[in-house]
Structure formats: C-alpha cells, structure tokens
Nanobody, 117 residues
C-alpha cells in the first residue's frame, strides 16, 4: 500500500484546511486509516483514526474541531480541520493498518500544515 497525502498549507488561526490521503497498490476498504502529526522538536502523535466500518476516534486536542472521513470508492481518507490553532502546526501523516491489527504498517510522506496567529 502506498499513501500520498495532500492539502497542507498555510492557514490563519480560526481557519480551515482539508487534508486528503490517496492510497494505491491495493484497496484499503477493509483497512483502518489514520492521521498523525509531528510538530518541530516533538514526537509524532495520534490525531484521528477511522475503522473499516467507519468507527472514529480522536485525540482530545482536536475533538470537536477535526473530522476524519473515508471514501472507499476513491481509496482515500480525509481530515477536515476547522477552528485551527497555532498549536496545530505540524507535519501531518496518513497511515493504514490491516483489519484487526493494532500497528500502522503503511505511512504517507507527510504534508506540512502551518497555522499563523
């Protein structure tokens, strides 16, 4: 599975961005998909996940502001980010894991999100 993230960029605090991650190589309809982020000088952290049957989970820091979704017909996972804060500035990575597995085995290359105050 190859993952290609896109949609990052510069936004003002309070603004919105939508990230997309397109999978190729095989269908990911039965995969769990997720978004993670890594800010400068910090470890990579969990942002959100969506299961094969559309169950979702969010980090407390983004709950109520970010929405993860998937379009299996397009083999793509999205992250809608609203009410952005400067603390959301990071490189965002998409990831995939096989059904029933815990570890994310497949990772995209990352897309930079910068939020100005």
């Amino acid at each position: 599975v190859q993952l290609q993230a896109s949609g990052g960029g510069l936004a003002q605090a309070g603004g919105s961005l939508r990230l997309a991650c397109a999978a190729s190589g095989r269908t990911v309809s039965n995969y769990g998909l997720g978004w993670f982020r890594q800010a400068p000088g910090k470890e990579r952290e969990f942002v959100a996940t969506i299961s094969w049957n559309y169950g979702t989970s969010y980090a407390d820091s983004v709950k109520g502001r970010f929405t993860i979704s998937r379009d299996n017909a397009k083999n793509t996972v999205y992250l809608q980010m609203n009410s952005l804060k400067p603390d959301d500035t990071a490189v965002y990575y998409c990831a995939a894991r096989g059904s029933g597995l815990i570890k994310f085995d497949y990772w995209g290359q990352g897309t930079q999100v910068t939020v100005s105050s």
